[in-house]
């Protein structure tokens, strides 16, 4: 199995590349890992401009979508991903935020299926505002594991570095059984999601060309997988209440249609 670490603080021997090391340990017991390690300090990747090309126009428009593909091929070649970042201000670090931000195409236009993410954050306060916009980094694969780490700029009670590592371990194992599972039923969050930008992509087609050439070509869902009547008839009666109240971020024509 092969698994891409994805770094996202300045200290590369830091307590984050610790908690990594750990979980390759625990991989290590559990099966045959390939793990590559990435620092995105060592990456370089120029933080967006906000041009908004690769969400409006397609990610291929990115003035430096180079860097990013050849990040996006390691990704491709992984089973796993983990997303590690401290807790810079109750957030992720600029780092991290640069990655996401350069990856936003993909809550648009989602990709790498069937491959699993786990998600770590470490420090102290905040952890689970950091693991929020881990959450949502990358649009696509499935977040099947969080670890929220007190790690501090301090020496803190011997309690604290139990209950850390019995959290590591246990989110290891979700990790690591999730990508020995493959499997690729969508939660219903994501199903949503679909028929959200499906439906959205028709109204915004002026607006979001990329999204609306994207989504016109499919039908169902992303890939193919069965949806079952129960979760597509619950899907609409969602959708028929959440539409409207979206009704102020729709495009609108300055008149107001009946
Ligand atoms: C700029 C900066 C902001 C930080 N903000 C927080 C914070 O909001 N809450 C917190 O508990 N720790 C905060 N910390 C402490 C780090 O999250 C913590 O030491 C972390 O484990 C460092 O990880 P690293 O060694 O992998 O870089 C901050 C540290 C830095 C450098």
């Not at 700029?153 to 989110?171: D, I, Q, S, V």
């Not at 992509?201 to 989504?215: G, I, K, Q, V």
């Amino acid at each position: 199995m092969k698994v891409l670490a994805i770094m996202g603080s300045p200290r590369r021997n830091g307590t984050g590349t610790e908690v990594m090391k750990m979980i390759e340990r625990r991989l290590r017991e559990r099966g045959e890992v390939e793990m590559e390690v990435l620092h995105l300090a060592d990456v370089g990747l120029q933080p967006c401009r906000g041009c908004f090309s690769c969400i409006k126009l397609g990610e291929d428009r990115c003035p430096f979508r180079e860097e990013r593909e050849a990040l996006e091929k390691r990704i491709e070649a992984a089973d796993g991903i983990i997303l590690v970042s401290p807790g810079y201000v109750q957030n992720v670090s600029g780092l991290m935020k640069d990655f996401i931000d350069r990856m936003a195409y993909t809550n648009h236009r989602p990709r790498f299926f069937g491959k699993k993410v786990m998600i770590v954050a470490n420090g102290g306060a905040g952890l689970d505002r950091t693991l929020d916009a881990l959450r949502i980094a990358i649009g696509g694969p499935e977040v099947v594991s969080e670890l929220a780490y007190l790690a501090l700029p301090w020496p803190t009670r011997p309690r604290t570095g139990e209950k850390n590592e019995k959290a590591l371990l246990r989110a290891t194992d979700r990790f690591h059984d999730a990508m020995v599972r493959k499997d690729m039923r969508p939660s219903f969050g994501n199903y949503m999601r679909f028929r959200f930008f499906k439906s959205a992509s028709e109204a915004a087609r002026e607006w979001l060309p990329a999204d609306h050439a994207y989504y016109h070509r499919l039908d169902g869902y992303y890939y193919d997988v069965k949806i079952g009547v129960g979760t597509r008839l619950m899907a609409a009666a969602s959708m028929a209440i959440a539409m409207p109240l979206m009704r102020g971020m729709a495009p609108w024509s300055g008149e107001d249609r009946p």
